[in-house]
C-alpha cells in the first residue's frame, strides 16, 4: 500500500487548506486512513480517522469543529479539509492506513499557518 499526501502550504491564521491522501489501492481494501500530524520537536498526533467501511470518523481535541476528514471510494482519496487555521495547526502532515494488523504511511506535506 502507497500513500501520497498533497496540499500544503502556507496560510494566514483564519485560512483554510485542504489536503488529499491518494492511495496505491482501492480504499475498501483498507481498515482506516487517518491524518496524523507532527511539529518539530513534537510527538506525531492523530488529527482525524475515517473507518472506510463504517464510515466512522474521530478528531483530535485540539481540530474538533475546524477540520473535516472524507473520502473518495473510486477515486481513492481521503481529504482533511482544514478551516480557521492557527499558528498552532503548523506541521508536517501525514496520511496513514491500516490493514490487516499493518501500518502504512506516506510521506508527509508541510502545513505553514502565519500569524
Known amino acids: 500500500v502507497q500513500l501520497q499526501a498533497s496540499g500544503g502550504g502556507l496560510v494566514q491564521a483564519g485560512g483554510s487548506l485542504r489536503l488529499s491522501c491518494t492511495a496505491s489501492?482501492?480504499?475498501?481494501?483498507?481498515?482506516?486512513v487517518a491524518w496524523y500530524r507532527q511539529a518539530p520537536g513534537a510527538e506525531r498526533d492523530m488529527v482525524a480517522s475515517?473507518?472506510?467501511?463504517?464510515?466512522?470518523?474521530d478528531y483530535g481535541n485540539a481540530v474538533k469543529g475546524r477540520f473535516t476528514i472524507s473520502k473518495d471510494n473510486p477515486q481513492k482519496m481521503v481529504y482533511l479539509q482544514m478551516d480557521n487555521l492557527k499558528p498552532e495547526d503548523t506541521a508536517v502532515y501525514y496520511c496513514?492506513?491500516?490493514?490487516?494488523?499493518?501500518?502504512?504511511w506516506g510521506r508527509g506535506t508541510q502545513v505553514t499557518v502565519s500569524s
Open positions: 489501492v482501492d480504499l475498501l481494501m483498507l481498515h482506516t
Open positions: 475515517i473507518h472506510i467501511s463504517l464510515g466512522t470518523i
Open positions: 496513514g492506513a491500516l490493514r490487516l494488523d499493518r501500518s502504512f
